[in-house]
């Protein structure tokens, strides 16, 4: 028995399962207890499914036992609450679903536990995952484990909190406008967004269908890798999952920088970067040149239309997706509804958060007719030039190097009201979603309050590996991942 | 036709096809109707969150089969999209369907009318989309109850050019394409069940006038003789607006088949703005040249080939083949009756259509039958043909076996043996009547040979009568002919 899993690796636990020196049980055991200790005061979990992660544990430790043990199996994880898992409350964090059960599990949840992950609970989130500072949930906002005054960032909020916190030893987010790095930076955690399609969305509750991509928020590149090997792969419930073969991407770590071409985008480090960020990223570029890497610079002229062009589409496609919740099949539904209309209206008046309207109400506007080819059509395009600048610059370079946030967690409550700044928090990470590209975000280093700051590199279609080798290298030659916040 | 014939009627019409593959569209349920409501359900057909469409590739074949067959451009890129409306039947939000970029565009198919063969009408476009469940009202008070088990039922929607122009063409079109998709077998044409549905696009205008009037769009039409009867109806109402001084309003109307009138359902003001965009959860549907190919080899034949095939190969007349491949169970029935025909070595398809359109057709007519529902199986009727061809009963004979048939069933070759109805043909018999009739009949004998030679005719009845029909006449006349010398 030990006291306090928070401060292994993902790997380091697998490691110490494998010999058998902990149990599955055990390290379940404390990671329950460490999230009933911390999550009244975090909010990071929204349900914690005790009673499943025991016996799932047992399960483990049975095949550990028996040496069939993969690198998942045993491990305990938290999941978004946008993830469908059968039998268990799934609520997207929305008064809509507060009470809806999945009769079905998400194709990610299925393959992690087929794995052997034990499923400690489902992760707070931004209500939808329509937020970049998990202030949006209908189950009260998380606080950020390194200052509890400010956000953990959005829309993967309770992830990224639960990681930073170690209540629980990885989490899986989802990403549609950069919900997984956003956070990640902002709670000092690695996290990865895969290529659009390399993982499948079937049972993850869609935000933007063309968008939406799910991947492993954890405290190192190599779990990250862990996690996306059992989580990649076509399927065939999900028509836009890639059918290409996964790579060994834990055989493919080690493969370092030398020689390898990063691009740094200069539209990236124009105004608006803090200079904390700013000196930060300089002393990131400094290691990883060290690490025999080739800093050019590149240019993404697009970069400037990727807000608008994502706050039109994803909108488009949210007030399409989010239709269903209309009181009639599941989920909430209001009280003596007077006539269809008035069900439809009522429940979805409800239901839904304000930022969730806005965006439907956004949705709808740009799609309706005489405004789609100014707004949706237009966009479109847009989205295809800013793909197209990404390619112009990787058939120069292997990786992009960029800050993930122009500044460290902001003050809770601080941008509620002003939708635009908080928009506006998503401007690095909302073109990768556009053009659909696999990135990751490290942490790099700390703010003058001590508050995290994390990088993203960002790969070619399909190359998780070299982002994660990437990563990878400077997570050996660097320390800034191993930070914990004082709780 | 127009009652005024100072304006052209312009018609044009939607049709939606329910496709009879095995399973629907998106997911795994089976496709299939009348079972206990939400029991043929799954959380993709109840719009369940997270859960993803999946293509039917038996459905695009389908939509590739019924493309080649009206001699459409199928086109090798599509889109999906999604038509976004509230309903409580359609538990997504939105229908997932084909807009701008539909499987199948730039159609035609002929129509057979009587003064004017081989009319050509286009077909505009073909394309896929989903059905969507049905809401239930009657049998309850303060709520309406809601079947999912139609949402997934794959559709075809083929809309038609703006080029018929009476009721009469709208009803010959819709016979034509629902004998072209029952050829195809992708789907059963039924109108009253719903599987064959038809919209009437409808305006009048003045003869001569290069502009189209402005239309209104008939629902709820679910017979073809329905659908005339609506146009039929509307075309005279559009008149007496016009002549009135009136506008015709673009507006959706309702046929009350009832009442025999069409209300009005909603107008263009009232009209959803559908916000159609890409469906983001179907990549565009990507088609090889090849795999048209082996599909358009595989195409069976269709009424108009078949039509011709059976004037050229088998000499029957235009109007008989036309009425043979009307139908697809009638072009089943007419062929495998002909065969036993051809079998019993005596080809004559010409016989066997007469028996098809003329006995068979008129006394299932007559009993308000279908073809499906003959009593008269195909094999039977060709038996009692080539008992004809063979010579082995009489014409005469043969339509009191087919009475005996139609009433009783059964077999036809049976029922001649057991009722000894077969044609003597043996002339030491023959000869042995015509003799005792002879004997019987010594004033008509003495007439004959005085000159009165028509008796001859009284004569070969008596000899009928005596053998109860079976002698075969033309026997008959030829040996009494002899013995009266």
Redesign the interface.
Known sequence: MFSDPANLTLANMSELLKKREISSEDLTQAFLERIEGLNPDINAYITIDRAGAITAAKEADKRLDAKQGEPLTGIPIGVKDLFCTKGILTTCASKILNNFIPPYESTVTSRLKGAGAVILGKTNMDEFAMGSSNETSHFGVVKNPWDKSRIPGGSSGGSAAAVSAGMGSATIGTDTGGSIRQPAALTGITGLKPTYGRVSRFGMIAFASSLDQAGPMTKTAEDAAILLQAMAGHDPKDATSIDAPVPDYMANLGDGLQGRKIGIPEEYFASGLSPDVARVIEDAKKQLTELGAELVPVSLPTTKHAIPTYYILAPAEASSNLARYDGIRFGYRCENPEDIRDLFFRTRAEGFGNEVKRRIMLGTYVLSSGYYDAYYLKAQKVRRLIADDFKAAFSKVDLLLAPTTPDTAFKLGEKTNDPVQMYLSDIFTINVNLAGLPAISIPCGFDKDNLPIGMQLIGRPLDESGILSAAHAYQQATQWHTRSPIL | MPIDPNYETVIGLEVHTQLRTKSKIFCGCPNKFGAEANSQIC?VC??????????NREMVNMAIKTGLAINGQIKKLSVFS?K?Y?Y?DS????QISQYDLPIVEHGELFIDLPDEPKKRIGVTRIHMEVDAGKSIHEGIVGA?W?DLNRVGTPLLEIVSEPDMRSSEDAGAYLKKLRAIVRFLDVCDGNMEEGSFRCDANVSVRHYGAEKFGTRTELKNLNSIRNVMRAIDFEVDRQIDLIESGDKVVQETRLWDANKNISRSMRSKEDAH?Y???PE????PLTLEQSHIDDIKAKLPELPDAMAKRFQDEMGLSEYDAGVLTAEKEMSTYFEEANQIVSNAGKKNAKATANWVTVELLGRLNKDGLSIEDSPVSAVNLGKLVALIQTGEISGKIAKKVFAHMFDDGGDPEKIVAEKGLKQVTDSGSITAEVEKVLASHPDQVEQYRGGKTQILGFLVGKVMQATRGKANPAMVNKVLKEKLG
Do not use: C, I, K, Q
Not at chain 2, 280 to 283: A, I, S, T, V
């Open positions: 959380p109840a719009g369940f969150p997270g859960v993803l469409p999946v293509m999604r976004n509230f409580p538990p997504t939000g939105y309406s809601v703005d916000r159609y965009f983001p959860d179907l990549p």
